[in-house]
């Protein structure tokens, strides 16, 4: 799969970038031998480049197939650089990625420009080879001919040019935005005496003195991870403690060397340029044309009808915690604060219901819920997940192996689950290596989950939250996605989807979390083994909708704020983009937000990467009503109905891009969406 094209030879056979087999050797790659590999690959790429230029000189044999594998190696190297450099980054690593990125950025530019390639596609297009394709290679070719057109393929040569350094510009400048963010959240810590800690949980009081004392220091270290801010917001008694933490976060991508209010602006300014170029009236417009929306204004009408369904019942559940908190506080109590939200809503929740989710945590253990989620896999999708050994890039890093019901090995995948001082926030998948049908069979795919979930503690395994039990099921529906393709072109397969479908495999999975049937699967005491008593689940269930139109408004904040600045803001006026995003993200909170707020300066899904979900955050929202209602088959036909689970395989996961998303779905639900499904759902209808 990896081998060389036919008349290259690899450079350096002793730079493991230049020898990828499916089991990586990560315990041998090192920053230096990344810009070397690159420089190799991409003179390799050119070559094949100028071959298939040349096609008009022969018949078009393969002319498609090569193009698909074209860059393949080249990919899976930038994907590696790329992985390492947010998992254990160094500035050995931030250096080689930045050295990389002016390069393939470039590359990339130019082969969408390419004048010899693009009039080979098109001679190739008129061929009766071409009209004898079958149905997924029609669907390669006419989405490659598009893909090139809105590359720029026709542009005259002073926009090609200027186009190739705004591309290369943005690569380079949205970089710098994830280090930023990245270097200021590994920057931050704050020792604090222990009853500064008061109400929090005592896993993350001892988790932070372990990490004090491993440091050499007094006290307990607090950080902007994850599984240390957010039960310290939402227990910490000390007000002035969870001030002193939601304000930190709130200065990432502010700090004086790690500003990246600047660069926003530049962004925006550089995506707009981008999309003008190419003919489009905006970045949204450019990015969405081939996803489900089909445009900006689409995506803005759909998270605005969803915010007005929302406000009455965002209202009302801030009039109730406003009450709630002056009952409690008394009527003279200072007013609420972004940095008391959270504490409240847990205190009203816990009155309500009786319920804190603390409670669930010693049944959750990270390796009950792995075998239970695996377990799930088996009977509904027919796949057998065991462990398996290779090379990793931390010792915490874990490896697996999939096999399918005749017992072909199907994929592979990593697990890197918990937070460190060198690794990104977040949780995400990725792939390194697409499989799928071949002429002598099937090829495994390869990829990756990572996490940052609370770690385990001195005498106890890692316990999960349940919304981080909710993040490993999420993430592996996107495994999964991928890792199940049975798409032959490389370019279609699995998670390679229009962005408003991609994320529909893996919020699917979210809903088995809180189903009984699937919760004995995995939800065991981890002393005892007792399962998960009735009563506490019954409260699970009671207050899964609590707060839904926070939640919900949340997630619209973050999808409008995104359109706003790439639909409606111009790039040229004096508007200054971070105000306009505090000015549209404060119509979603609740409290006051100080004059400096600019969570916007720290939006990674936006501004880390060219494209990422800019323009494309209301994906989640989009996707959310798919899966709400696509459930809604397993709940009619059984929870672990095999044959349901085959027609979702068959329709969805093993699809990838081979045919139209709403075809897809049409295919697995019979009809089109149910658009009131996700509002039914969170009680919001």
Same mark, same amino acid.
């Given at each position: 799969?990896?081998?060389?094209?036919?008349?290259?030879?690899?450079?350096?056979?002793?730079?493991?970038?230049?020898?990828?087999?499916?089991?990586?050797? #990560?315990?041998?790659?090192?920053?230096?031998?990344?810009?070397?590999?690159?420089?190799?690959?991409?003179?390799?790429?050119?070559?094949?480049?100028?071959?298939?230029?040349?096609?008009?000189?022969? *018949?078009?044999?393969?002319? !498609?197939?090569?193009?698909?594998? $074209?860059?393949?190696?080249?990919?899976?190297?930038?994907?590696?650089?790329?992985?390492?450099?947010?998992?254990?980054?160094?500035?050995?690593?931030?250096?080689?990625?930045?050295?990389?990125?002016?390069?393939?950025?470039? #590359?990339?530019?130019? @082969?969408?420009?390419?004048?010899?390639?693009?009039?080979?596609?098109?001679?190739?297009?008129?061929?009766?080879?071409?009209?004898?394709?079958?149905?997924?290679?029609?669907?390669?070719?006419?989405?490659?001919?598009?893909?090139?057109?809105?590359?720029?393929?026709?542009?005259?040569?002073?926009?090609?040019?200027?186009?190739?350094?705004?591309?290369?510009?943005?690569?380079?400048?949205?970089?710098?935005?994830?280090?930023?963010?990245?270097? =200021?959240?590994?920057?931050?810590?704050?020792?604090?005496?222990?009853?500064?800690?008061?109400?929090?949980?005592?896993?993350?009081?001892?988790?932070?003195?372990?990490?004090?004392?491993?440091?050499?220091?007094?006290?307990?270290?607090?950080?902007?991870?994850?599984?240390? #801010?957010?039960?310290?917001?939402?227990?910490?008694?000390?007000?002035?403690?969870?001030?002193?933490?939601?304000?930190?976060?709130?200065?990432?991508?502010?700090?004086?060397?790690?500003?990246?209010?600047?660069?926003?602006?530049?962004?925006?300014?550089?995506?707009?340029?981008?999309?003008? @170029? $190419?003919?489009?009236?905006?970045?949204?417009?450019?990015?969405?044309?081939?996803?489900? =929306?089909?445009?900006?204004?689409?995506?803005?009408?759909?998270?605005?009808?969803?915010? /007005?369904?929302?406000?009455?019942?965002?209202?009302?559940?801030?009039?109730? $915690?406003?009450?709630?908190?002056?009952?409690?506080?008394?009527?003279?109590?200072?007013?609420?604060?972004?940095?008391?939200?959270?504490?409240?809503?847990?205190?009203?929740?816990?009155?309500?219901?009786?319920?804190?989710?603390?409670?669930?945590?010693?049944?959750?253990?990270?390796?009950?819920?792995?075998?239970?989620?695996?377990?799930?896999?088996?009977?509904?999708?027919?796949?057998?997940?065991?462990?398996?050994?290779?090379?990793?890039?931390?010792?915490?890093?874990?490896?697996?192996?999939?096999?399918?019901?005749?017992?072909?090995?199907?994929?592979?995948?990593?697990?890197?689950?918990?937070?460190?001082?060198?690794?990104?926030?977040?949780?995400?998948?990725? =792939?390194?290596?697409?499989?799928?049908?071949?002429?002598?069979?099937?090829?495994?795919?390869?990829?990756?989950?990572?996490?940052? !979930?609370?770690?385990?503690?001195?005498?106890?395994?890692?316990?999960?939250?349940?919304?981080?039990?909710?993040?490993?099921?999420?993430?592996?529906?996107?495994?999964?996605?991928?890792?199940?393709?049975?798409?032959?072109?490389?370019?279609?397969?699995?998670?390679?989807?229009?962005?408003?479908?991609?994320?529909?495999?893996?919020?699917?999975?979210?809903?088995?979390?809180?189903?009984?049937?699937?919760?004995?699967?995995?939800?065991?005491?981890?002393?005892?083994?007792?399962?998960?008593?009735?009563?506490?689940?019954?409260?699970?269930?009671?207050?899964?909708?609590?707060?839904?139109?926070?939640?919900?408004?949340?997630?619209?904040?973050?999808?409008?704020?995104?359109?706003?600045?790439?639909?409606?803001?111009?790039?040229?006026?004096?508007? *200054?983009?971070?105000?306009?995003?505090?000015?549209?993200?404060?119509?979603?909170?609740? #409290?006051?937000?100080?004059?400096?707020?600019?969570?916007? /300066?720290?939006?990674?899904?936006?501004?880390?990467?060219?494209?990422?979900?800019?323009?494309?955050?209301?994906?989640?929202?989009?996707?959310?009503?798919? *899966?709400?209602?696509?459930?809604?088959?397993?709940?009619?036909?059984?929870?672990?109905?095999?044959?349901?689970?085959?027609?979702?395989?068959?329709?969805?996961?093993?699809?990838?891009?081979?045919? *139209?998303?709403?075809?897809?779905?049409?295919?697995?639900?019979?009809?089109?969406?149910?658009?009131?499904?996700?509002?039914?759902?969170?009680?919001?209808?």
């Amino acid at each position: 799969m990896n081998n060389p094209a036919p008349g290259t030879q690899p450079v350096d056979s002793a730079n493991p970038l230049l020898n990828i087999g499916f089991r990586i050797p #990560f315990d041998r790659i090192r920053p230096e031998h990344a810009e070397p590999a690159i420089d190799t690959l991409l003179s390799e790429a050119r070559e094949r480049v100028e071959r298939l230029a040349a096609s008009g000189e022969r *018949d078009f044999a393969d002319f !498609m197939a090569d193009l698909d594998v $074209l860059t393949e190696q080249l990919g899976t190297v930038g994907t590696i650089v790329g992985h390492l450099d947010g998992v254990v980054t160094s500035p050995e690593w931030q250096a080689a990625r930045k050295a990389i990125i002016p390069k393939t950025s470039a #590359f990339y530019t130019e @082969l969408g420009l390419h004048p010899g390639l693009w009039a080979a596609l098109k001679a190739f297009a008129e061929t009766d080879a071409a009209r004898a394709l079958d149905p997924v290679r029609a669907r390669h070719l006419k989405l490659t001919i598009d893909g090139f057109r809105r590359g720029g393929a026709d542009l005259p040569g002073d926009k090609k040019a200027r186009l190739t350094e705004v591309n290369t510009r943005l690569a380079e400048v949205t970089n710098d935005f994830g280090k930023n963010v990245l270097d =200021a959240t590994a920057a931050f810590e704050l020792y604090v005496p222990g009853e500064r800690l008061a109400g929090v949980p005592e896993r993350v009081r001892a988790a932070t003195r372990r990490d004090a004392e491993e440091r050499g220091q007094e006290g307990y270290r607090l950080t902007l991870h994850q599984p240390v #801010f957010t039960p310290v917001l939402t227990y910490a008694d000390d007000r002035e403690l969870r001030r002193e933490l939601w304000e930190a976060q709130t200065r990432v991508g502010q700090e004086p060397g790690r500003d990246n209010r600047p660069l926003v602006r530049e962004i925006l300014a550089l995506r707009r340029e981008q999309a003008e @170029l $190419l003919g489009f009236r905006n970045f949204a417009d450019y990015i969405l044309e081939d996803r489900m =929306a089909g445009g900006g204004d689409n995506a803005l009408r759909f998270e605005r009808d969803l915010e /007005a369904r929302t406000r009455p019942a965002f209202e009302r559940e801030n009039a109730e $915690l406003e009450a709630f908190y002056h009952v409690q506080a008394g009527q003279d109590a200072p007013e609420l604060q972004p940095w008391d939200g959270p504490y409240w809503a847990e205190k009203q929740r816990q009155a309500k219901y009786d319920f804190d989710e603390e409670a669930l945590r010693p049944y959750f253990a990270l390796d009950n819920v792995l075998s239970g989620l695996f377990e799930l896999s088996r009977r509904i999708f027919g796949i057998t997940v065991t462990e398996a050994q290779a090379p990793g890039w931390h010792p915490e890093v874990r490896f697996y192996d999939i096999h399918d019901e005749a017992g072909t090995h199907v994929a592979s995948f990593y697990t890197d689950w918990f937070p460190r001082d060198t690794k990104r926030g977040g949780a995400w998948m990725n =792939a390194f290596i697409t499989g799928g049908p071949r002429e002598n069979g099937t090829e495994p795919h390869l990829g990756l989950m990572c996490g940052n !979930m609370t770690p385990p503690g001195e005498d106890t395994p890692a316990l999960l939250s349940v919304r981080e039990v909710e993040t490993v099921f999420h993430e592996f529906g996107h495994l999964l996605h991928h890792a199940m393709s049975r798409v032959p072109v490389r370019s279609l397969s699995g998670t390679q989807v229009p962005w408003d479908f991609v994320e529909l495999p893996s919020q699917i999975m979210e809903n088995w979390v809180m189903e009984r049937e699937a919760l004995d699967l995995f939800a065991r005491h981890y002393q005892t083994g007792e399962a998960l008593p009735e009563d506490l689940f019954r409260k699970l269930v009671d207050a899964r909708n609590y707060r839904a139109g926070n939640v919900a408004m949340r997630q619209y904040s973050f999808g409008l704020t995104d359109l706003t600045l790439h639909v409606e803001y111009d790039p040229q006026s004096e508007t *200054d983009p971070v105000a306009l995003a505090r000015e549209t993200m404060a119509r979603f909170i609740s #409290f006051p937000l100080p004059e400096n707020y600019a969570q916007v /300066a720290s939006f990674g899904h936006l501004f880390s990467s060219p494209v990422g979900y800019g323009a494309g955050y209301y994906s989640y929202k989009w996707a959310e009503v798919l *899966d709400a209602d696509a459930f809604s088959r397993f709940a009619d036909e059984g929870l672990f109905n095999r044959e349901t689970g085959r027609s979702y395989v068959d329709t969805i996961l093993s699809r990838g891009n081979s045919d *139209d998303p709403a075809q897809l779905y049409r295919d697995f639900m019979g009809r089109d969406p149910d658009a009131d499904a996700l509002l039914r759902r969170t009680g919001l209808l």
